[in-house]
């Protein structure tokens, strides 16, 4: 069985200070990882994802993440918080043969000015 | 359309009432979900949908759920009998092929049901 714990249910940034939202997964098989964003009233976005190609991925607005087997861990960073950055933000993982997403509980960011 | 479409945007019901939510998908994805956005639960997988297939329903919690996508494209989610755990932000998605784990997903707003 597949699972994501994302550690920090709520995470308070200043701006313009370093975002680091943390992901570990568990997976018996190569997982694919996904970052989703989702912005008050509005629908899931993805921000970015990884494959198996390049451990180091680039997403939108700036974010990006290091899939580290060793570690288990999909952690998601940016260097320089926004205030548009608030949001609530889920780590997700899933594998071949296999659709649908399993998704992490959720990290609410707040960007203090 | 522009995107994923749910309907109603939010939905309070009696409880032991039936209800149905709506979804219209991309146009021309084949590949539907429907998930489930609890409060401090996070989003739960309920089914998937891909093309003519037989649907993917594993992940539906009882027999009061049910899903049905008609002509490959809007797809009805039925909660039979409603109760307060069924409370929730339902979340339907949409992507372009079946084939490929990498393919991206493109949510809806959802719909915000409260049983009361």
């Known amino acids: 069985a597949q699972s994501v714990t994302q550690l920090g249910s709520h995470v308070s940034v200043s701006e313009g200070a370093l975002v680091l939202l943390r992901c570990n997964y568990s997976s018996s098989v190569p997982p694919y990882l996904f970052w989703y964003v989702q912005y008050p009233n509005q629908g899931l976005q993805l921000l970015l994802k990884?494959?198996?190609?390049?451990?180091l991925v680039k997403g939108i607005n700036g974010f990006e993440a290091e899939f580290k087997k060793s570690e288990t861990s999909f952690h998601l960073t940016k260097p320089s918080a926004h205030m548009s950055d608030a949001a609530e933000y889920f780590c997700a993982v899933t594998y071949t043969g296999r659709r649908a997403l399993t998704f992490g509980s959720g990290t609410r960011l707040q960007v203090q000015p | 359309g522009a995107g994923v479409s749910q309907s109603p945007s939010n939905k309070v019901t009696e409880k032991g009432k039936d209800v149905e939510l709506r979804c219209d998908p991309i146009s021309g994805h084949t590949a539907l979900y429907w998930y489930r956005q609890s409060l401090g639960q996070g989003l739960e997988f309920l089914i998937y949908?891909?093309?003519?297939?037989?649907?993917?329903k594993s992940g539906l919690p009882s027999d009061r759920f049910s899903a049905e996508r008609t002509g490959g494209s809007v797809s009805t989610l039925t909660i039979q009998r409603t109760q307060q755990e069924d409370s929730a932000v339902y979340l339907c998605?949409?992507?372009?092929?079946?084939?490929?784990?990498?393919?991206?997903?493109?949510f809806g707003q959802g719909t915000r049901l409260t049983v009361v």
């Open positions: 990884y494959t198996s190609a390049a451990t």
């Open positions: 949908f891909q093309g003519n297939s037989a649907p993917d």
């Open positions: 998605a949409s992507s372009p092929t079946g084939q490929g784990v990498d393919t991206e997903a493109f």
